[in-house]
């Protein structure tokens, strides 16, 4: 096992490159770069303007010196640095001019081969390395393109090593360049060397209209220069109440309607009055009040002046009032209105089904005493029967006595006694 670890550490001491260090640095840049990189040199013998070939990723390339050489001693750099190696001979000259020409007709064969295919990518850009043993292609697209069969028709036709490279909108703005809003040339392609991120919440801060289209520079993203001004804006609108906000000032409600930082100015206004106050002014003199509104301005219109405590007690009655549960009776069911409509029924002579006490009957002394006797004990049999029923039928359906004498004019009592059966009780009484 130690043998196989040796082994695999001798490999990796093998393939790793050994880092060299340059005692002098020099910056170099390239045809449509924005800025410049840096290289290492062993001679510090290198002028402002002069060309040199250096060794980049992409291969061989022809750059300008854009200053004379540092010593790292001095500037210390930790990166690995590409290095410069020699200065441009008259044959690299030649051959980085015949370059453009051979990068426009591989332009044209790369496009013929697209439109062939039918892929769906825009071709911006063709370019040599310094001895023509690679072309990088740059192109847009919305989508991942397959072209893996435009690879093998440019290599047969072109009989080199091909590259092809996909970018963004904002870097085929600062490839393509123009005029932006301001005036001046794109930030992008002018000097700047890497993209910011910009959002929008850097609009909101500086108090500008979200028109998406006043805020997008040519590559249909928003504009780099929100980013500039983006720190001076959140320390001068620090403590500001927000636009629309209601604030108490002088005793009186209003809305804020604008801030000007650059003026250092602010107006807020209500449905009397309009007033235009400085910025300090602004954030030490008013409060914000949240809960109230204040009504729109109407041209020739005074409505009573109301306080600011006035609209704070108004606004929480309302609430109160929402929220408080319902007090009033509610309207009387249908069943209840039936039977308010229906007609008055006599009691019954024996509404007590317990209750079986005889009673008093006028007899006259001359009718005959067993007949009357006969006609008491039919009467006593047919209550005792009815109320056998009725008990019988409403057990399973029995309510508590608290419920049938409730005085509630939300409750209603039913009656399981139908009509029939009310109005024969009613007979046999009378």
């Excluded at 043998?3 to 393939?15: D, G, L, M, N, P």
């Excluded at 060299?20 to 910056?27: G, L, M, S, T």
């Excluded at 303007?49 to 930790?78: C, M, N």
């Excluded at 069911?333 to 005889?358: E, I, L, Y």
Aim: hydrophobic share 35%; with cysteine; aromatic share 6%.
């Amino acid at each position: 096992m130690s043998e196989v670890i040796e082994q695999t550490e001798e490999i990796e001491a093998i393939t790793e490159e050994p880092v060299i260090e340059y005692p002098y640095v020099v910056a170099v840049k390239f045809k449509n770069a924005s800025k410049a990189y840096s290289f290492g040199t062993d001679s510090p013998d290198f002028v402002s303007g002069e060309w040199v070939v250096v060794e980049t990723a992409q291969g061989l390339e022809l750059g300008e010196v854009q200053a004379q050489p540092l010593s790292t001693e001095k500037f210390p750099i930790r990166t690995p640095l590409k290095p410069v190696l020699r200065k441009a001979l008259d044959q690299d000259k030649r051959n980085y001019e015949e370059n453009f020409a051979k990068a426009e007709e591989a332009f044209k064969v790369c496009n013929e081969e697209i439109a062939s295919l039918g892929l769906e990518m825009n071709l911006l850009s063709a370019d040599y390395t310094l001895d023509r043993s690679k072309v990088l292609f740059v192109y847009l697209a919305e989508q991942r393109v397959d072209f893996r069969e435009l690879l093998k028709r440019l290599g047969s036709r072109l009989h080199c090593r091909i590259e092809l490279r996909q970018i963004g909108e904002r870097d085929k703005a600062k490839m393509v360049g123009g005029i932006g809003m301001c005036g001046m040339e794109c930030c992008c392609s002018r000097f700047k060397s890497r993209f910011d991120v910009i959002s929008i919440n850097m609009a909101k801060n500086q108090l500008l209209a979200l028109n998406i289209e006043k805020l997008s520079g040519m590559c249909g993203k928003l504009m780099c220069c929100l980013k500039y001004e983006d720190e001076n804006y959140k320390e001068l609108t620090a403590g500001l109440p927000k636009m629309g906000a209601h604030v108490e000032y002088e005793d009186e409600l209003y809305r804020v309607t604008s801030i000007n930082v650059m003026t250092n100015e602010a107006k807020i206004e209500n449905a009397e009055s309009v007033q235009i106050l400085t910025i300090d002014d602004l954030r030490e003199k008013t409060q914000v009040r949240k809960g109230v509104s204040t009504p729109k301005r109407v041209p020739g219109r005074r409505p009573q002046k109301i306080s600011v405590a006035a609209k704070v007690i108004e606004n929480n009655e309302q609430r109160r009032e929402l929220s408080a549960p319902v007090s009033e009776p509610l309207a009387p069911s249908v069943q209840t209105v039936r039977d308010k409509q229906r007609p008055a029924m006599p009691k019954p002579a024996f509404p007590n089904a317990k209750n079986n006490k005889q009673p008093a009957v006028n007899v006259n002394k001359t009718e005959n005493a067993g007949a009357a006797n006969k006609g008491q004990k039919n009467a006593n049999n047919g209550n005792n029967r009815r109320n056998n029923n009725n008990n019988n039928h409403h057990r399973s359906n029995q309510r508590p006595k608290s419920m049938d004498t409730t005085k509630n004019p939300n409750m209603t009592v039913r009656s399981f006694k139908s009509s029939r059966s009310k109005e024969k009780e009613a007979s046999k009484g009378a």
